[in-house]
């Protein structure tokens, strides 16, 4: 059974379009049956709907008749009329009474006329009334209007027609007790009712208002229209009843149908005319139905025609199928011959350019090999930092094997000392320029940290892509030694471990920008011990220091964490309190009294200095600072002069900074006034201080300003620069002297005795920070004419705090003309090897503090030697000044060949002066002569 | 003889009443110095409905606007009208008029349906007419007096009029347009009843249907609202008097306000307003003095 439905189904599959074809063909008789029986009932719908609006249309026309004789009978039933009527009856004359009866009849039909309206016109051209013999007693309207002629004395109320002079005339009678009296009539135009008559899109009418005659009423503009022609045949027409209009000998209606509605209690109706497009719109016709049937037929006798043209293409498309598969696939065979020729080709080409790389790598290797063996550690990595490869010096340093190393990052060694913005930032510079050095403290496979001064280099393939790295690893660590020494030696007191006072000075300053922005007050408390002197005379040097030591501790002691307490030299101390908490001077005032209180109270106990029990009293000088205070050293001063106001007032005491030291200030002030004056009429002068090399000749001068005042003579740089720099005039006044010392070097150069002669002057950091600074100084070598490489110009550490990197670039400029430099006051300040080893310097200068106490202060003695080793390392030449004695000479001597300034070779000296001293000097005399005046001028000196 | 006494009693009272008055005359010049017209108007008709308008108030409110003043309305009534104009109280005695008292001015014009008659034209300046009227005789429905038949002039119509009284009681109102003395009926025979209830026009019908009297007069005004208010209750037999005028007064010593009004009301009739007035509070009257209305319109 399943085998024969499988076979019956297979006989069916080569003809499934002709079944598929002959199931539409059903499905479309089933469509079209449905669509005929549709559009029958729209048809119908159309039909209702034509005669729904006819007679809505004859409804219209009726209630604007009926409204028209309703208003006749109530005019008619008027009380004015009946008024008029009464007094007829009592028999009054029109002259002496009824006039006021027609009077308001009058009024009222007035009124009427004027009132009411009908689609916004007046709806009566004429009111009238009439008495029994059908006189108009009263008759209103326009003056255009048809004489009314009565229509006789009506029972009832009706209306009337009258076709030709287009008006329907409305009548009811006057009754008066059952008795006909009058009548009144109402007359309207028959054009009223146009506007209830229908036009077609095109503006032709479609709606008519027939009379019983057949007579078109309406529209108004109907001349032209056929229907005036069948008017008669129209109106005989059945009502009710939707009529083709195609019996009519009237071509122009032709396709027409026609409706005619009566208008109820008239003998007019309403003749309503529409196109069969205008009615049925889209719907079909039942001949479209027929047609549309006929096409499915056709239909599907094309699609079995096209299935057996279908079948023979299919035939013809698959024989043409493998034809072309045949020869796609010789094609094919042919490209991949060709391909396998020119691979080899390749190949051998690629081979040639290898053998001859290989031997140039070769050759690049050798040389790599011998530089990789270097003293200093190596390593070599990939792209990422994984090391391939290190040296031996590097394996020894690191205390890691070959195997450890190979595999790792860098990171296997780092201290973690530095963060990973600092590392992020090493590795763009390495990418961005292909290289970085910098101080980089290595960490052993032992756990000790090393310095290490890292140099990474990038190495490029020929295509310029990176391929690896090689990071050396130089020993900086006795560098580093020396650097961290100096700075515990110039920051720190080495008897009472306190902060000194270039410490104390910076803090200050910190303290101030801070309170700036904090809007703050804070406190300076000078404190000096009473009769310190007479302990240090009496009981010798190690007691003092004893007392200072404890001294130091029971201050210390009497402060918060956040303040600073400062040796600032011999039985000085200074606390600074950074920060009251307050914005109010008096709270500040109170706190600080407070711990001035607890620090005098810490005293009252008496000091234990073996083998002594000694007492000593403080007194402390106070002074506040402002949010508005800038000046470090007028601060100190303060404080120092509240310290002796203390002491004045009989020691172990307190004393506030108080009015009267104001006048003081004051004179700060009259004397930054004189300063500007001067400066501005150039009478700041420069004088000169000799300077000589280790055989005492004479290499040239430090130019050192001075200012002449009128009244208070001559004043020193000490006192006049800390106005300068408050006042902001340490521009012009740099300016101003470098212009001085460079006309001086010019002087020099005409003369033999002094042309060999160098100028080393101070260049300020706030000169340095100027934008222009390096055009204002080859401005002023230029209109001077002075020797640039005679010109030596003397920075301080505090010109490298900021923007180093800006510092360089001036410098490298100014060096490139040949003006050298000096670093003055090193190893006061931020001594640091980082900028040390970048900076273009010529000398570096050891600072007179150092070299005053040189030979009692064992510090000051290994800081000045540290900064000779690091000159020398650096090569450098070193130069000391402030020497004064022949023991510090000699001390200094013994470190080195060295540069000296100082009062033993030579005061500073007016221009004149030094030029007549210079000449004395002058090589054309012998060594002799020389040596003589320098052992004279020593001599000199020291009476 | 009576013509002549009177001609000298208005004079000796208007020169008395200038005399005393003078300090209180208020022409064209004070009023609109004091920027207020006061009208004095009796509760009469429509000329004055007693409710805040009427024709002579709204012809009063027009002329105040027209002159730049505030208007003020004062009532008073027929037998106080004069001395509030004039601070006088007037006296008829024998044909003649004299002014007497001092009395309160309350007011510049009268304007009030005030008919035009030789003894007040005596001691008033009048404005040009404002509206003409007639006084006629009315009587009950049920009278059996009948109306009676026009006549061939106005005087044969006043004659059968007249006639028709017979010994019938009229009711009368004295001191107004009502008043016998002005129509010749005193002292001819007729039953006279003066109505002194009050002193509005308005009661007269009224009073006769309450058979006060078996005939009352009543002036065309009135007549008009009459027969609309009592139709089928009373009917108009005829004339008793010729035509009338209405017009407004001022005082003797106000001739420019006179004047003024005078030219306001001719260019009210030019322009239409004045029509329109007279159809708001009289329509109907038109039709019966058509000669009057004829000239102005």
Redesign the interface.
């Given at each position: 059974m399943q085998s024969s439905l499988i076979r019956f189904s297979r006989s069916l599959a080569p003809h499934w379009l002709s079944i598929a074809a002959g199931a539409f063909l059903l499905s479309m008789f089933f469509l079209i049956g449905n669509l005929y029986s549709s559009q029958m009932e729209l048809r119908q719908n159309a039909d209702a709907r034509l005669v729904s609006i006819g007679e809505a249309r004859a409804a219209e026309i009726s209630d604007f008749l009926s409204a028209r004789q309703q208003a006749a009978v109530r005019l008619a039933g008027s009380?004015?009329i009946?008024?008029y009527f009464?007094?007829l009856d009592?028999?009054?004359?029109v002259?002496?009474?009824l006039?006021?009866?027609?009077?308001?009849i009058e009024?009222r039909f007035q009124a009427t006329l004027d009132e009411e309206k009908y689609q916004g016109q007046l709806a009566y051209l004429q009111l009238a009334f009439f008495d029994r013999n059908g006189i108009a007693q009263v008759d209103v309207g326009a003056s255009s209007a048809p004489t009314l002629s009565p229509t006789g004395n009506p029972a009832e109320p009706s209306i009337q027609i009258d076709e030709k002079r287009r008006l329907i005339v409305a009548s009811a009678p006057v009754l008066q007790k059952g008795t006909m009296r009058g009548a009144v009539e109402t007359v309207s135009s028959l054009n009223l009712l146009a506007s209830l008559v229908s036009t077609n899109d095109l503006g032709q009418p479609n709606e008519f208002l027939l009379g019983d005659d057949g007579d078109v009423l309406l529209p108004v503009e109907r001349e032209r229209s056929p229907i005036v022609a069948h008017g008669r045949a129209l109106a005989a027409l059945q009502s009710g009843r939707i009529q083709a209009l195609s019996n009519l000998e009237a071509p122009e209606l032709k396709g027409y149908l026609a409706l005619r509605s009566p208008i109820g209690g008239t003998r007019l109706s309403v003749l309503r005319l529409a196109s069969e497009d205008e009615l049925y719109g889209n719907t079909l016709s039942p001949v479209s139905v027929f047609y549309i049937g006929l096409f499915a037929i056709i239909l599907f006798g094309l699609a079995i025609g096209f299935e057996r043209m279908r079948q023979n293409a299919a035939r013809l498309q698959i024989k043409f199928i493998e034809s072309n598969r045949h020869r796609a696939e010789l094609a094919e065979h042919n490209l991949a011959l060709s391909q396998e020729i020119e691979r080899r080709e390749a190949i051998e080409t690629d081979l040639q350019r290898q053998s001859e790389a290989l031997d140039k790598t070769n050759a690049e290797l050798r040389i790599a090999a011998a530089a990789f063996n270097a003293q200093e550690g190596m390593i070599v990595t990939d792209t990422k930092g994984v090391i391939l490869s290190a040296n031996r010096a590097f394996v020894s340093l690191t205390g890691y094997t070959m195997e450890e190393l190979v595999g790792q990052t860098a990171r296997l060694f780092r201290a973690h000392r530095r963060d990973a913005e600092f590392y992020q930032s090493m590795w763009n510079s390495v990418k961005s320029t292909g290289g970085w050095q910098g101080d980089m403290s290595l960490r052993t496979k032992s756990g000790e940290h090393c310095a290490r001064w890292l140099t990474i280099s990038a190495v490029k393939n020929e295509a310029g892509e990176v391929t690896n790295y090689i990071g050396s690893y130089y020993d900086i660590s006795k560098l580093k030694h020396a650097e961290e020494k100096i700075r515990e030696l110039a920051f720190f007191d080495q008897l009472t471990g306190l902060p000194n006072r270039v410490l104390l000075i910076d803090r200050v300053r910190q303290a101030l920008n801070s309170n700036t922005r904090n809007k703050s007050f804070g406190a300076l408390l000078f404190i000096d011990l009473d009769n310190f002197k007479t302990l240090n005379d009496s009981l010798g040097h190690d007691v003092g220091d004893q007392l200072l030591k404890k001294v130091a501790q029971r201050i210390s002691h009497c402060v918060r964490a956040d303040d600073t307490v400062a040796r600032f030299g011999g039985d000085e101390f200074v606390v600074l309190l950074a920060n009251l908490g307050t914005q109010e001077a008096k709270a500040a005032a109170l706190q600080a009294e407070a711990i001035g209180e607890k620090i005098l109270s810490a005293f009252v106990e008496t000091f234990q200095l073996d083998p002594y029990e000694y007492p000593c009293t403080p007194s402390v000088g106070v002074t506040l600072f402002s949010p508005e205070d800038r000046n470090v050293d007028e601060l100190l001063k303060r404080a120092d002069l509240a310290m002796y106001d203390a002491k004045t007032a009989g020691r172990n005491g307190l004393r506030f900074f108080d009015p009267v030291m104001q006048t003081m200030i004051s004179a700060r002030a009259s004397l930054e006034a004189d300063l500007r004056e001067d400066l501005k009429k150039e009478r700041l002068l420069l004088h000169y201080q000799p300077q000589v090399d280790h055989e005492g000749r004479l290499l040239g001068a430090e130019a050192l300003a001075r200012w002449p005042h009128a009244e208070r003579g001559l004043v020193f740089p000490s006192e006049f620069i800390p106005v300068a720099e408050s006042a902001g005039l340490i521009l012009p006044l740099g300016a101003s002297m470098l212009k001085i010392a460079c006309r001086r070097l010019a002087h020099w150069s005409a003369d033999p005795a002094t042309e060999h002669l160098t100028v080393a002057i101070n260049v300020s950091a706030l000169q340095m920070r100027q934008k222009n600074f390096v055009e204002q100084v080859r401005a002023i070598i230029e209109q001077t004419g002075a020797d640039p490489h005679r010109l030596k110009i003397e920075l301080t550490e505090s010109t490298l705090v900021s923007n180093v990197d800006d510092v360089i670039t001036k410098m490298d400029k100014l060096k490139a003309i040949g003006i050298g430099f000096s670093l003055d006051d090193f190893g006061t300040g931020y001594s640091s090897l980082s900028y040390l080893k970048r900076l273009p310097l010529d000398q570096l200068k050891i600072d007179r503090s150092f070299v005053k106490d040189i030979l009692v202060d064992p510090n000051d003695a290994a800081i000045a030697q540290m900064i000779i080793a690091l000159s020398k390392s650096l090569g450098l030449s070193v130069i000391a000044e402030g020497v004064e004695t022949d023991e510090q000479y000699a001390f200094l001597a013994s470190q080195g060949q060295l540069n000296y300034q100082g009062y033993l070779f030579g005061r500073p000296l007016p221009p004149e002066d030094f030029e007549r001293f210079a000449r004395a000097f002058s090589p054309r005399r012998s060594s002799r002569q020389e040596r003589l005046f320098v052992d004279r001028d020593v001599r000199m000196k020291r009476l | 003889m009576l013509s002549k006494r009177i001609v000298l009693g208005s004079l000796s009272g208007a020169m008395a009443f200038l005399f005393v008055t003078s300090s209180w005359a208020a022409d064209l010049a004070e009023i609109k110095q004091r920027g207020e017209i006061r009208h004095i108007g009796i509760r009469y008709a429509n000329f004055v409905t007693g409710a805040g308008d009427g024709l002579d108030v709204e012809l009063m409110q027009g002329f105040a606007k027209r002159i730049g003043v505030s208007y003020k309305l004062v009532y008073s009534d027929f037998y106080s009208v004069i001395r509030d104009l004039l601070g006088k109280d007037v006296v008829r005695k024998d044909g003649e008029v004299t002014l007497t008292g001092d009395y309160p001015v309350k007011g510049d014009v009268i304007s009030t349906g005030f008919t035009m008659l030789p003894w007040r034209e005596a001691i008033l300046l009048y404005s040009d007419p404002v509206l003409p009227s007639q006084v006629l005789l009315v009587a009950p429905a049920e009278s059996e007096l009948q109306p009676i038949q026009d006549g061939v002039d106005l005087a044969a119509d006043i004659a059968n009029t007249r006639k028709a009284i017979g010994s019938r009681s009229v009711l009368v109102m004295e001191r107004t347009c009502l008043d016998p003395t002005n129509y010749g009926l005193v002292n001819v025979g007729l039953d006279l009843k003066s109505y002194n209830k009050s002193a509005n026009l308005n009661e007269m019908v009224p009073a006769m249907l309450n058979q006060e009297a078996e005939l009352t007069l009543l002036d065309v005004p009135d007549a008009i609202l009459d027969l609309r208010k009592w139709a089928g209750r009373i009917k108009i037999l005829g004339p008793i008097s010729g035509r009338q005028m209405l017009a407004t007064a001022f005082p003797k010593d106000a001739p420019a306000l006179r004047d003024e009004f005078n030219a306001y009301l001719s260019d009210i009739k030019a322009s239409g307003v004045y029509d329109r007035l007279v159809d708001k509070y009289y329509p109907g009257i038109r039709r019966f003095f058509p000669e009057f209305f004829a000239k102005t319109d």
């Open positions: 009380e004015d009946a008024n009464s007094n009592l028999g009054m004359s002259r002496y009474g006039f006021a009866n027609l009077a308001a009024r | -």
